[in-house]
């Protein structure tokens, strides 16, 4: 086999493998808030794609997903279908951009931080302008949420994410550098030191302190399938 279709292959498969890995974390568990909000960590596996192969392979994965959850599981349609897309893809994609061009743990810290305002934006001006229209809400009505429960929820949501990605990529990309599903220079990026140690501990503090404000102060459970 020609060594770009070979390498095509590889990159089907690992994207594939990303895709059902983010497609199960929706199907065993999420966090709710308020009864009507709510979110999984499928962002944080999706983001791991745009680590390895760029942005738009985040985006392409993001969209695969989130059509998978509108035709198998979803129960709030099209509406879904935008939302969930427009946050994975946002979070991947940012990701990715700075990623791509500094593959460095700082860089890596870099994008999940403008990740993280990047999708709490995007998410607060899709709740403003998509939600009234779905959900027949006044639009004054979703604005007065806006600081009292969607501003945090979005922060936390990312926050969560992006703590957990930190966490996730280097030995999710290591097993499939031993599977000898991408090569050694495909995921060159920062490795295991004391700086990543720390980071290590730095993101599971946050990872935390996010589900302990999730849970404590906006009253969020989580609901398992």
Do not use: W
Not at 15 to 27: E, G, K, P, R, T
Not at 179 to 205: C, D, E, M, Q
């Amino acid at each position: 086999m020609p060594l770009s279709k070979k390498i095509n292959v590889k990159k089907m498969t690992v994207m594939s493998i990303l895709c059902a890995l983010a497609f199960i974390c929706v199907l065993l568990f999420r966090f709710e808030v308020g009864g009507f909000l709510t979110f999984d960590i499928k962002d944080a596996v999706l983001a791991i794609a745009s680590f390895i192969y760029g942005p738009l392979a985040g985006v392409v994965c993001s969209g695969l997903v989130a059509f998978l959850e509108f035709i198998l599981i979803s129960d709030t349609g099209p509406y879904g279908l935008i939302m969930n897309f427009l946050s994975s893809a946002t979070f991947s994609m940012v990701i990715g951009i700075i990623y791509k061009h500094k593959r460095t743990m700082s860089g890596a810290v870099i994008g999940v931080i403008s990740a993280v305002f990047g999708m709490t934006a995007v998410m607060l001006l899709a709740n403003m302008f998509i939600t009234p229209l779905f959900l027949g809400m006044e639009r004054q009505a979703v604005m007065g949420m806006i600081v009292p429960t969607l501003l945090p929820f979005n922060v936390i949501k990312a926050v969560f994410n992006g703590a957990l990605v930190l966490i996730i990529y280097k030995p999710i990309s290591q097993t499939l550098k031993k599977a000898k599903l991408i090569n050694v220079g495909t995921s060159t990026g920062y490795k295991f030191g004391f700086k990543s140690v720390l980071l290590l501990v730095i993101s599971l503090i946050v990872l935390v302190a996010a589900i302990l404000y999730l849970v404590l102060k906006m009253g969020g459970g989580v609901d398992f399938f």
